[in-house]
Each structure stands twice: as structure tokens, then as C-alpha cells.
């Protein structure tokens, strides 16, 4: 990403406090902007602009942000440490501006000053790797490649409970815009014919990012996201990717699984969410 975050020890005052970034998580505060997990979305965001959508991202006060109108998802400042309040004002007026009235600063910090009205917790997962490893199973794994644009838009927005119509053009326009990537790879996962969900990777030099994965609500509590992961880990070592990356809510069952597939949690971060005000 374009923006190089600085060796930060101490984060800026709070409310009159002075905040303390624990010491094993000081060099991930130097890299969390530049983490592929946030390259992904710039990635997204650089191909939905290429398709026609009102999106983009830039720098606002010398800080990564993205923007889509009509897509809360990608409205979001990230940053490692915290902001003052005359930067703050400065985010929702950009927000505002673009006819958006809600954004999220996604962040190592906690607690947050600025009175968001909800406050979502993830964790970050990583893993090195250095063999290939086996797998079995009776799910089919399929590339998918742009003429399967349709495809990957029905099971994704389904998957995912959005009430985006799979069949609008735009949308299809969108979702054909990330396929045919070397560096992105979609799989569609079937049972016997059935499509049970489709997980996603994303990749930049030695490092994979373990993406989207989403099974259908009727193949739910099957063990089949496992699967999805273990799949995937193949693919990635095949590869000769030796390190791999993903997040999940904290403590939810998608965190629990890649942690039960070999995935460490090595810090958690933080989305608050706000409200602009005209």
C-alpha cells in the first residue's frame, strides 16, 4: 500500500491519557497498514474503480483510506494508533463529501475517544510453512475463471447475506474484474454437484492470504470450512508460499478452525464504527 507506516512505541494521548503499545506489538504496529490482508482491499478497491464504481483510495491525513459509495465494507480509515479530533473532523467531512455517511477506523487501539456507536474485534492469523501438506476430501474444488463471473456473484453475495441482486450487470462487471488474477485465486466448492460455498487467496510474493471462505447456510456445521482452509494450505505450499495469513472475528468459529489448522493469533485489532454528521 501507499502508505509506510512509522515505528510507533507510544501511542498519541487519549483523553488525557497516555497510551502504551505493548512491546510484542510494536513491530506490528510498523507494518499493520502494509499487512496483505489491507493490500487485498486496495487490490479490490483499484479493480472496482477500473469497473466503473464511485470508489477509490488515497491518504487523508497521511493515513490509508478507502471509499465505495454503496458499499459500507470499504469505507474505512486504517490506521495502527490513534487520531486527533481536528484529524477526526477531517475523516467525516471526506466521508460526507462522497455522500457517505458511515465509516470505520480500523485500528490496534482498543479504545476509542471519538465515540463510535459499535466496536468490532478480529483477529490477525498467521502461519509459516515449509512442506507440502495432504489432503483428502469428497468436495471438488474449481478455478474459477472470469466467464464464471455469474457463478462467484450468486454464491458469494448468498454466502455472505448480501442483498446485492447477483444479476445486476455492474455487479457482475465487479465480480468478473477480480477473477483471472494470477495473484487471486477463486475456488467454487461443489458436493456431489451441490455448490456447498467458495473460499479465495490472495497473494504477493512469498506470502498467501487465506480470503473470502463461505459455505452455504445447509452445509453449515459439516466441517466443510475446514476443509476449505486445509485446501487452500496445499494450494499455497504447492505454490511455495512459505508464509500464510488471514482474520476472523475474535474467538469465532472461523478463527477456531484456522487455529485448530495451524494458524497462531499474533494480534488483535479493532474496527469502530461511526456515524457522519452533517
Known sequence: MSVASKSI???????????????????ISMNFNQHLIFEYDAFRVAQFAQAGNACGSLEINDKQ???????????????????????????Q?????????????????????????????FDLLEMNVSKSTEF??????????????PCYARLYLKGFKSISDPANPQVLTNFKKLLGHSNHKVWRVQLKGCSVGLCAMFSKKQEAFLSAGVVLKPFQKRGFHKEMIAFRLQQATKLGFSKLCSWAYADGISSLNLQQQGFKVCTTFYAHHFSSKA
Open 9 to 27: 512505541s507510544r501511542l498519541r494521548p487519549v483523553l488525557g491519557t497516555s497510551v502504551y503499545l505493548p512491546r510484542f506489538l510494536r513491530k
Open 65 to 91: 483510506a478507502h471509499f465505495f459509495k454503496g458499499l459500507d465494507y470499504f469505507n474505512y480509515l486504517l490506521s495502527a494508533t490513534s487520531f486527533t479530533q481536528p484529524d477526526f473532523i477531517n475523516v
Open 93 to 121: 467531512k471526506f466521508y460526507l463529501a462522497k455522500g457517505i455517511k458511515r465509516f470505520k477506523w480500523i485500528t490496534l487501539e482498543p479504545n476509542c475517544s471519538h465515540q463510535p456507536f459499535l466496536t468490532e474485534r
Open 136 to 149: 483428502h476430501s469428497d468436495l471438488d474444488f474449481s478455478l474459477l475463471e472470469p466467464t464464471h463471473a
